[in-house]
């Protein structure tokens, strides 16, 4: 009996947002399998959301995945419109949004502003991205040119990174679907539906209007109910301050256990820059989430009592408490609140920056001046969505809202 020849790589995930989502492209399949891209597996979507909402457990993996779905729907749907997109354009696209986050380390930007400085996730992942296409013998150069808008067909770009791209389609409906926050359901379907291009660029249909009116508003809420939640940012400034401390301690000669990848981060004293990023990135692409788990458990018996203090907040769960305030306070406010903090806890004074302090954070759900969601209708003209949708009238949804919190341990009085 013959054998039947085999066919190309094939590979279906099961996707609890979408359902089947199938890879038929051996390119696609070639970087799914890679190390770099399993490594999102071990790092989640939402960092220490799970201490507020507990399903939020969900990886960068499923993200990406999810992401390179809508991208496929999004094609097919341009292209019935009699959009021209070639198959090698379609396959660069999706291995565009694929890897956009292949750059992310262990609960992303709390490793960028602690022991990962000089470098933002997304240079790392073009650097990771550069690297990969080195391997597979140039493959990904129309994918790296999408991803860093040099390639001619504008609307690629946008549908990899604009403010109605396929990754904030997909991580809206996925962050909302794992926290079970309703507010952030969106109508992901109806909206690449009535996606079409106009004068190159990635446009709307009119009629799709108040999709694009709820996807805002979805999004302005889930920053302020998921994503900016005072508790999750609390456990946020928590592990970075764990991270700060560990490292205050290893530069100044401390022995601290750690992975070999999280100790090299550790122990470097310069900033990382990417012309030496042949030396970390090595180290970098070892590291996910249970690096900094494991050391953080470990650390809860170090010797320093104030990083024992900080890892057994984290471990246990007791988190600083937050406090809103309708303006930041003055300096001397906070000195006299880390002196009575000091007194309390029995930690020096000068340590007491890492457990009281205060931060802002702000959140706009649309940004005129950044690439703007172009709304076309029927008569053939185009104009911006702060001024095509009369939501814009009732709400400031591309004002910038800013709220002001002191984060302090539950020891310490504040009224």
């Known amino acids: 009996m013959n054998s039947q020849p ?7 995930f099961n996707d609890p947002v979408y359902g089947f989502i199938t890879v038929d492209d051996p390119l696609l399949f070639q970087l799914i399998e890679h190390p770099h891209f399993q490594r999102l597996r071990r790092i989640t979507q939402l960092g220490l959301t799970n201490l507020v909402y507990g399903g939020a457990n969900h990886s960068r993996f499923q993200h990406a995945i999810g992401a390179m779905n809508l991208m496929r729907s999004a094609v097919t749907t341009l292209r019935h419109k009699g959009i021209d ?3 090698e354009e379609e396959r660069a696209a999706k291995a565009a949004i694929l890897l956009h986050d292949i750059g992310h380390g262990p609960f992303s930007h709390a490793l960028e502003n602690t022991i990962v400085q000089g470098v933002h996730h997304e240079s790392i992942g ?5 690297n990969l296409n080195q391997e597979l013998g140039g493959q990904l150069d129309l994918a790296i040119a999408i991803y860093t808008d040099q390639y001619p067909v504008k609307f690629l770009h946008q549908l990899v990174s604009s403010q109605l791209d396929t990754d904030r389609l997909d991580y809206l409906k996925r962050d909302s679907f794992f926290t079970g926050v309703s507010e952030g359901v969106i109508g992901s379907e109806r909206i690449i539906k009535m996606l079409t291009v106009h004068e190159g660029s990635l446009a709307v249909e009119a ?4 999709s694009l009116e709820k996807f805002l508003v979805a999004r302005r809420l889930m920053y302020w109910q998921v994503y900016l939640h005072k508790t999750v940012v609390s456990a946020e400034f928590l592990l ?3 991270l700060l401390r560990a490292k205050e301690l290893a530069q100044s000669g401390i022995e601290l256990p750690a992975s070999a990848s999280l100790q090299y981060f550790l122990y470097q004293g310069k900033a990382l820059g990417l012309d030496d990023s042949s030396i970390w990135l090595k180290h970098f692409v070892k590291l996910d989430d249970f690096d900094i788990l494991a050391s953080i458990k470990q650390w809860i018996d170090h010797e320093d009592a104030l990083l024992q203090n900080l890892c057994k907040r984290l ?9 809103p305030l309708k303006a ?5 406010a906070l000195v006299a609140l880390r002196k009575q903090g000091s007194d309390l806890l029995g930690l020096p004074e000068a340590d007491m920056r890492y457990l009281v302090f205060q931060k802002s954070v702000s959140n706009t759900a649309y940004n005129r001046n950044d690439d703007r969601i172009t709304v076309l209708h029927k008569d053939g003209s185009a104009s911006d969505i702060s001024e095509a949708a009369s ?4 709400s400031s949804m591309d004002a910038q809202e800013t709220k002001h919190f002191l984060y302090l341990p539950a020891e310490v009085p504040f009224q």
């Open 6 to 12: 085999k066919t190309k790589s094939l590979k279906t």
């Open 85 to 87: 997109i070639s198959e």
């Open 126 to 130: 073009l650097q990771i991205m550069h």
């Open 207 to 210: 009629k799709g209007i108040y």
């Open 240 to 242: 970075m301050n764990i």
């Open 315 to 323: 471990v246990n769960r007791r988190l600083l408490k937050v406090k």
């Open 328 to 332: 930041p306070l003055t300096d001397a």
């Open 391 to 394: 939501l814009f009238q009732f």
